[in-house]
């Protein structure tokens, strides 16, 4: 099949599946005297290959024939198990991989249309920022808030998810870490989005052994595919983050409680079975398993993959923190070893002394020489020591690199295979890994620079919803909606202000894709625009005031409570109007300056002089 595997399963909806209509046959041949067998597969079958043979005719031709419901269908031809394109269609498309997929057009397929929920999206219940001189990004915030509001799914007797659950809304699978960065914004409204919930479908399908795959169908609830050693189908281990974010937000120390061990036996799971020699106790993965699918990684295999080591170190200093909260001593002996012993060897094995970066380590033991996005868990995971961290600060600010017209590509411009387009990953710049960089910058005390990129991103992002018209034969068949395309998308170009092209580098990425891109305009918007930092375990929040606007939020769920907080500049001082439900410690931080106030339950109006 595809590099995309099964995340092109499904990718062509089959808009008939809305507008029913008559089946139409559609006839495929094939003319092939060394076949034994031929079947035909595509997204009108879910990509099996155990559906759909061919009859072999007399002359050497197979032949079947299909009823199908009108719409555009890729395709291939198996042939004694080997995929190939229709070599008698020239009308095809790359599939990500070093092939293409056929396409084929059955009748007069009618206009599709967005998802949208039969329940109106209850706007008063999310939190409500305040921007006096940036109402576009407010407009954006909320329409973010719908479209994920428009993919909440409710879980089945057949697939045995939870009730209701955030959906990434690419095609008929949940995926693993689109579902852990969803939660990263869904969060903040968590009495009306199921954001953490959704995590529970994974850790509920999780093996007795530990091992928790990064796809299941939402149809039944079953694996996409069975794990090998060298495709073991996972994603980046991030629960522990996101819990331990969750319970920063919230409070909800049961939560800790009740997750821990499903995340430290997937940390097990991986420890035990995603290292090989040759990685010298780095771990390895797969294109797909990074997330990051089409991100060059040449002679890496089962050596050391950057991004999958820092994020196992990541998980064992979460856990650390979860495991210290609740008072599993044990446990955090055990990961404060862990996280040690993986700090030490990505310092010892990954760091490029000439480039002044963190590679991935190649089988033949040399470092690869691709300077990727992964480099910068190291941040996150806060691994990298300080004058190394340093050198990666230059590079984002480096123009050659990652200072680019819209920040951050995952691939560094200067890089052979880096596509102005987008290309995906190719150079795509990407929520996730956008909001990755952003909070491993906050760790090092590099705010400024992280604040400066998030509100890059979010205003390209707003550029694009607001003014981008797209040539619509830039759009993926099952999406042209015809509607004006005022939408959040899965991936953006660094260079030009408009989407990046997806795997195939024809049509642009996913629409409506929130989904993860919701972390641009909702959790960056909050943390860094305008700037709160929630420790509800602590009874803290630190606001950061970066604008001289009137600005900050409403709203705001704290405990079982609200709290509403607003500042303008008043003759040049800071005007506070703050109202809780909650007593609590307010640190502001203005011009590097930190002050700290006593917030009663209640209106607290004061002034904060200026130097």
């Known amino acids: 099949m595809s590099m995309k595997e099964v995340k092109f399963i499904i990718l062509l909806f089959i808009v008939a599946t809305i507008y029913p209509q008559e089946k139409i046959p559609v006839t495929f041949t094939l003319y092939s005297k060394q076949a034994d067998s031929v079947f035909v597969v595509g997204s009108f079958n879910n990509w099996s290959g155990s559906f759909n043979p061919l009859t072999k005719q007399n002359d050497s031709t197979w032949v079947t024939t299909l009823y199908l419901n009108p719409g555009y269908y890729y395709y291939k031809f198996v042939v004694n198990n080997q995929w190939i394109p229709d070599p008698e269609n020239e009308w095809k498309i790359n599939d990500g991989g070093n092939s293409f997929n056929s396409i084929v057009k059955v009748g007069d397929p009618p206009r599709p249309k967005r998802e949208k929920s039969e329940i109106p999206f209850p706007k008063q219940l999310v939190p409500e920022p305040v921007l006096e001189n940036d109402s576009l990004l407010i407009e954006l915030y909320y329409a973010a808030w719908e479209m994920a509001w428009n993919k909440i799914k409710r879980g089945t007797t057949q697939n045995g998810f939870v009730q209701f659950y955030m959906d990434e809304g690419f095609n008929e699978l949940i995926y693993q870490w689109d579902t852990i960065f969803m ?12 954001a953490i919930q959704s995590l529970d479908n994974f850790y509920n399908k999780q093996r007795n052994d530990g091992y928790i795959q990064r796809v299941y169908w939402e149809s039944n609830g079953q694996p996409a595919n069975e794990p090998t050693l060298e495709e073991p189908m996972i994603n980046p281990p991030l629960f522990a983050w996101m819990e331990w974010r969750y319970y920063k937000i919230t409070g909800d120390k049961s939560r800790l409680i009740k997750v821990l061990p499903n995340i430290t036996k997937y940390y097990d799971w991986i420890n035990e079975n995603l290292r090989d020699s040759l990685g010298r106790g780095l771990y390895y993965t797969t294109q797909l398993g990074s997330g990051m699918d089409n991100i060059p990684r040449p002679n890496v295999g089962k050596a050391g993959w950057i991004d999958l080591t820092a994020q196992m170190a990541l998980a064992a200093k979460m856990i650390i923190n979860i495991s210290a909260e609740i008072g599993d001593n044990k446990a955090v002996l055990k990961f404060t070893d862990e996280y040690s012993r993986i700090t030490s060897l990505l310092n010892q094995l990954c760091w490029g002394e000439d480039e002044q970066f963190y590679f991935d380590l190649r089988e033949d033991g040399k470092l690869s020489n691709v300077m990727h996005i992964g480099g910068f868990w190291m941040l996150l995971s806060e691994t990298a020591t300080r004058d190394r961290a340093e050198a990666l600060f230059k590079h984002l600010a480096n123009p050659d690199e990652f200072w680019r017209p819209h920040m951050i590509p995952t691939l560094a411009a200067n890089q052979p295979m880096y596509d102005s387009s987008g290309h995906y990953w190719l150079g795509g710049v990407w929520a996730p890994t956008n909001y990755m960089v952003i909070k491993g910058l906050e760790k090092y005390g590099q705010y400024d620079l992280a604040n400066q990129i998030a509100d890059n991103h979010i ?86 005031i970066n604008r001289t606007d009137k600005h900050g939020i409403k709203n705001l769920n704290y405990l079982d409570g609200k709290i509403s907080l607003i500042v303008e500049t008043i003759d040049e001082n800071l005007s506070f109007n703050i109202t809780s439900t909650h007593t609590f410690n307010l640190q502001i931080i203005h011009n590097y300056q930190s002050i700290n106030r006593k917030i009663n339950v209640g209106s607290n109006l004061f002034i904060v002089e200026l130097p």
């Not at 939660?183 to 903040?188: D, E, I, K, V």
């Not at 004006?484 to 795997?503: L, M, N």
């Open 183 to 194: 939660s990263a914004f869904g969060m903040y409204a968590s009495n009306l989005f199921p």
């Open 459 to 544: 205003n390209k992002i707003a550029e694009v919803f607001f003014d981008f018209e797209p040539d619509e034969e830039k759009i993926a068949f099952e999406e042209r909606y015809g509607d004006g395309y005022k939408t959040i998308w899965e991936c953006y170009s660094p260079e030009f202000t408009e989407p990046a092209t997806r795997w195939d580098n024809t049509f642009y990425s996913r629409q409506d894709f929130v989904g993860w891109s919701g972390l641009s305009p909702i959790a960056m918007l909050i943390e860094n625009i305008i700037g709160i930092d929630m420790d509800v375990p602590k009874n803290q929040i630190t606001w950061r």
